[in-house]
């Protein structure tokens, strides 16, 4: 990676104009001045007396104190005065030990240049949301006007494209493979203008590109390190921002040995756009749904301050914070288990009897390349043209169920062969009886 951000080094840093990028709702947007005195609050000693602010009362919510056991370790306890806390607002960042511990895990996995950067730069910043969809869909209304030409590579996960497509924006789908995102195809697209043009004020050169770098939903790829390079280049000479939205990164299914997890600066994997974001233009969307728990509802940006600090703003006049109480359950866990305890007990889940998944039922009827990240298999079935009818009428009469792959395209009713699988949940016994009740099917359409 050291390598990687050599190159990219060479190049002179640009020095980003964010007020271009936002919408005029986002430009609008005012801190909320009893928000900011929670946040001062939560950075103040115990001995302040606080007259401020609407907080209720916590000693008349019913809960009293709380212990949650952890598998295989010690229990996280909630004494009194921390479930007060748990149960009072909290600041619209998230709270400061959640947020620190998140700062340092980015920096020792991704090395983002903009760590060292001032505020005015880019400098990275961080702030916790309310899984990474909270996140998505702030960023996609702070960048995104109607009419506004945004880059993504479809099929795509349809949460993006229920949060994008209410904006009026025009989607242009770059091809992807099993690799993800094509640069050439993006850079064939970006031919269409000017980047001399991508500064002028009403300018369509596109300002924001989507991507999912690892596993993607539906289709299972992974984005190799000299692809996002080249992305990162174009977006550097189209004056662009990037959107890595990036739940399944500690899903990337590479064998690694216990020591090498203990040491947790060693990352395995390819390196990130937020490793190479030299401008600081990447707004990286963490998740910990896939890895600790979705209903938890935690999740992050990480990205140029003045970005993040706009998406903070909204979340104050929206939900105000995430739940305290489970910031606080994630933030003693992690606290507990240490960086390097985090990265041994979540990595690497080597699904080997999926992964090698190649029943002897299905090669005849369907194609598909296994993936290396994430929790999905996006199967193209033969000899079908559209999967919507053979899934939802005469899948459910067999008693199996996958996702007819035409919701993953910008326009959900062109006719689709693909059927996305998602392999997180079922043993693999059901999965192998599942596929052949499905190739049963396929074999009777054909
Ligand atoms: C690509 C992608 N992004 C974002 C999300 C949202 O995840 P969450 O809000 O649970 O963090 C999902 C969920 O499936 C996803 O697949």
Same mark, same amino acid.
């Given at each position: 990676?050291? $390598?990687?951000?050599?190159?990219?080094?060479?190049?002179?840093?640009?020095?980003?104009?964010?007020?271009?990028?936002?919408?005029?709702?986002?430009?609008?947007?005012?801190?909320?001045?009893?928000?900011?005195?929670?946040?001062?609050?939560?950075?103040?000693?115990?001995?302040?007396?606080?007259?401020?602010?609407?907080?209720? $009362?916590?000693?008349?919510?019913?809960?009293?104190?709380?212990?949650?056991?952890?598998?295989?370790?010690?229990?996280?306890?909630?004494?009194?005065?921390?479930?007060?806390?748990?149960?009072?607002?909290?600041?619209?960042?998230?709270?400061?030990?959640?947020?620190?511990?998140?700062?340092?895990?980015?920096?020792?996995?991704?090395?983002?240049?903009?760590?060292?950067?001032?505020? !005015?730069?880019?400098?990275? !910043?961080?702030?916790?949301?309310?899984?990474?969809?909270?996140?998505?869909?702030?960023?996609?209304?702070?960048?995104? $006007?109607?009419?506004?030409?945004?880059?993504?590579?479809?099929?795509?996960?349809?949460?993006?494209?229920?949060?994008?497509?209410?904006?009026?924006?025009?989607?242009?789908?770059?091809?992807?493979?099993?690799?993800?995102?094509? #640069?050439?195809?993006?850079?064939?697209?970006?031919?269409?203008?000017?980047?001399?043009?991508?500064?002028? #004020?009403?300018?369509?050169?596109?300002?924001?590109?989507?991507?999912?770098? $690892?596993?993607?939903?539906?289709?299972?790829?992974?984005?190799?390190?000299?692809?996002?390079?080249?992305?990162?280049?174009?977006?550097?000479?189209?004056?662009?921002?990037?959107?890595?939205?990036?739940?399944?990164?500690?899903?990337?299914?590479?064998?690694?040995?216990?020591?090498?997890?203990?040491?947790?600066?060693?990352?395995?994997?390819?390196?990130?756009?937020?490793?190479?974001?030299?401008?600081?233009?990447?707004?990286?969307?963490?998740?910990?749904?896939?890895?600790?728990?979705?209903?938890?509802?935690?999740?992050?940006?990480?990205?140029?301050?003045?970005?993040?600090?706009?998406?903070?703003?909204?979340?104050?006049?929206?939900?105000?914070?995430?739940?305290?109480?489970?910031?606080?359950?994630?933030?003693?866990?992690?606290?507990?288990?240490?960086?390097?305890?985090?990265?041994?007990?979540?990595?690497?889940?080597?699904?080997?009897?999926?992964?090698?998944?190649?029943?002897?039922?299905?090669?005849?009827?369907?194609?598909?390349?296994?993936?290396?990240?994430?929790?999905?298999?996006?199967?193209?079935?033969?000899?079908?043209?559209?999967?919507?009818?053979?899934?939802?009428?005469?899948?459910? !009469?067999?008693?199996?169920?996958?996702?007819?792959?035409?919701?993953?395209?910008?326009?959900?009713?062109?006719?689709?062969?693909?059927?996305?699988?998602?392999?997180?949940?079922?043993?693999?016994?059901?999965?192998?009886?599942?596929?052949?009740?499905?190739?049963?099917?396929?074999?009777?359409?054909?």
């Amino acid at each position: 990676m050291s $390598n990687l951000r050599n190159v990219l080094h060479l190049r002179p840093i640009r020095s980003m104009n964010y007020a271009r990028f936002l919408t005029a709702v986002s430009a609008a947007r005012k801190p909320s001045p009893i928000r900011i005195l929670t946040e001062l609050q939560q950075r103040s000693p115990p001995s302040l007396i606080s007259l401020a602010g609407g907080a209720p $009362n916590p000693n008349t919510f019913p809960f009293q104190s709380a212990s949650i056991k952890v598998k295989g370790g010690e229990a996280l306890v909630m004494d009194e005065p921390l479930m007060k806390r748990a149960l009072q607002y909290s600041g619209s960042y998230g709270i400061p030990e959640l947020l620190s511990w998140m700062k340092d895990l980015q920096k020792s996995l991704h090395n983002p240049p903009t760590a060292g950067y001032s505020s !005015e730069r880019g400098q990275m !910043e961080m702030c916790v949301t309310t899984g990474s969809q909270e996140g998505l869909c702030k960023i996609f209304e702070m960048l995104v $006007n109607s009419g506004d030409n945004v880059l993504l590579d479809a099929p795509t996960y349809s949460g993006t494209l229920a949060a994008l497509q209410p904006l009026g924006c025009n989607l242009i789908n770059v091809a992807s493979d099993q690799h993800g995102m094509i #640069p050439a195809d993006l850079r064939k697209i970006l031919e269409r203008w000017d980047p001399a043009d991508a500064q002028k #004020p009403g300018s369509s050169v596109p300002r924001v590109l989507y991507t999912i770098p $690892n596993g993607g939903n539906p289709t299972g790829a992974s984005m190799t390190c000299e692809r996002k390079q080249e992305v990162y280049e174009l977006a550097r000479k189209y004056d662009f921002l990037i959107i890595e939205d990036d739940p399944y990164y500690f899903l990337q299914f590479q064998k690694v040995s216990s020591s090498d997890l203990s040491l947790y600066s060693q990352r395995p994997w390819a390196p990130t756009f937020l490793s190479m974001d030299v401008d600081s233009r990447v707004l990286r969307t963490d998740s910990f749904s896939k890895i600790l728990s979705s209903g938890l509802r935690i999740g992050f940006i990480t990205g140029p301050k003045p970005l993040v600090e706009r998406v903070v703003l909204h979340i104050q006049a929206s939900t105000m914070h995430t739940s305290t109480f489970t910031q606080l359950m994630v933030s003693q866990l992690l606290h507990n288990w240490g960086p390097g305890g985090f990265l041994k007990n979540k990595l690497i889940y080597i699904l080997d009897g999926f992964l090698s998944f190649s029943p002897v039922c299905f090669v005849d009827v369907a194609e598909w390349h296994p993936p290396m990240a994430g929790m999905f298999l996006w199967i193209k079935l033969k000899g079908i043209k559209d999967t919507q009818q053979l899934i939802m009428e005469r899948a459910l !009469e067999k008693e199996v169920l996958l996702v007819p792959g035409g919701v993953f395209n910008i326009n959900s009713s062109d006719p689709c062969p693909y059927v996305r699988a998602a392999f997180s949940l079922s043993t693999p016994q059901q999965i192998d009886e599942a596929f052949r009740r499905l190739a049963d099917l396929i074999k009777d359409a054909m």
